[in-house]
């Protein structure tokens, strides 16, 4: 009997970067999260145990490090690249896949000034980018995960489907709350990655709060489209919507009405709404 080995990859993950930039009266901070993998000729480590192409996972882990220290580290695309290239000088690499997440830091704020060198944590939301490249080209894939948005009016949805199973109630007004994920790609290579990711950000937000809501999907659709609309460089974005359900209380019980006023919150089961827009 024999065996063939189809697909193969390693590398390593969770690598953890906290760099300190110190200009003048100011500290810039930046945590990132690296994960690495790697394709190419590494089928003998497998079949025959012969190591000698294989990058140890620790090597990857001091790249990361080494390589951060002469790279302005201002944005995650950049940096990815950087490490992808590095990696690909590797005759042996056929394929790398860097994903970044950057931990959101914001500066202290006392009576109105901003700490030179003091910070907050953020909310769970995060930065993120994944870069992959092979010998042709390399795709760059920036995005933002966790960002979690609520609003208490301006949300109905009615007139879906029902069969013999479906007990939800139609509604005008109802709290709309998500965990947005949002990847995207732009039609060049080289942009100005926060610049662009300023401009996405803010418009998926800002749409978010504005739009008279028909459902989810009626959202999502104009989040997207109005992301396409604000940044002339983007060429596609994906964008993936979990329900973070705020159900109603029946207080009728105690002798109280509820006019829209007192939730539950609810974390599962969750709806799950994904969409993709491309530009023409």
């Known amino acids: 009997m024999s065996f063939t080995l189809t697909h193969n ?11 300190v930039t110190r200009v003048a009266d100011q500290h ?12 190419g000729d590494f089928a003998d480590a497998y079949t025959h145990g012969d190591n000698a192409n294989v990058i140890p996972t620790d ?11 002469n790279h302005h580290l201002s944005d995650l695309e950049s940096f990815g690249h950087t490490l992808v290239r ?23 704020v006392v009576q109105g000034n901003q700490l030179p060198h003091a910070f907050v944590g953020g909310t769970s939301e995060k930065r993120i980018c994944t870069v992959t ?3 042709e080209r390399i795709r760059i894939v920036p995005g933002v995960e966790g960002l979690i948005l609520l609003k208490t009016t301006d949300s109905a949805f009615r007139g879906f489907l029902r069969d013999s199973f479906t007990t939800l109630m139609e509604t005008d ?8 994920d949002a990847c995207w790609e732009y039609g060049a290579t080289t942009v100005d990655w926060n610049r662009c990711f300023d401009v996405i950000w803010r418009t998926l937000v800002e749409v978010f709060a504005n739009h008279k809501s028909l459902g989810v999907q009626h959202t999502l659709h104009a989040m997207g489209a109005a992301a396409l609309e ?5 060429q596609e974005i994906s964008l993936t919507m979990l329900n973070q359900h705020r159900l109603p209380v029946d207080l009728r019980p105690f002798g109280l009405e509820n006019p829209n006023e007192i939730f539950v ?15 023409s």
């Open 133 to 135: 490249g092979d010998r």
């Open 59 to 69: 090597t990857m882990k001091n790249t990361v490090y080494a390589l951060s220290k």
């Open 265 to 279: 919150p609810t974390e599962e089961p969750f709806g799950k709404i994904s969409g993709t827009l491309r530009r």
């Open 28 to 39: 810039d901070l930046k945590e990132v999260s690296v994960n690495i993998q790697l394709e």
């Open 173 to 180: 007004e109802r709290i709309l709350a998500t965990k947005l």
């Open 9 to 19: 990859a390693y590398g390593k993950s969770r690598v953890l970067l906290t760099k």
């Open 230 to 234: 604000a940044c002339a460089e983007l």
């Open 86 to 108: 590095h990696f690909m000088g590797s005759s042996h690499v056929r394929k790398v896949m860097i994903h970044l997440e950057q931990q959101n830091w914001q500066r202290i």
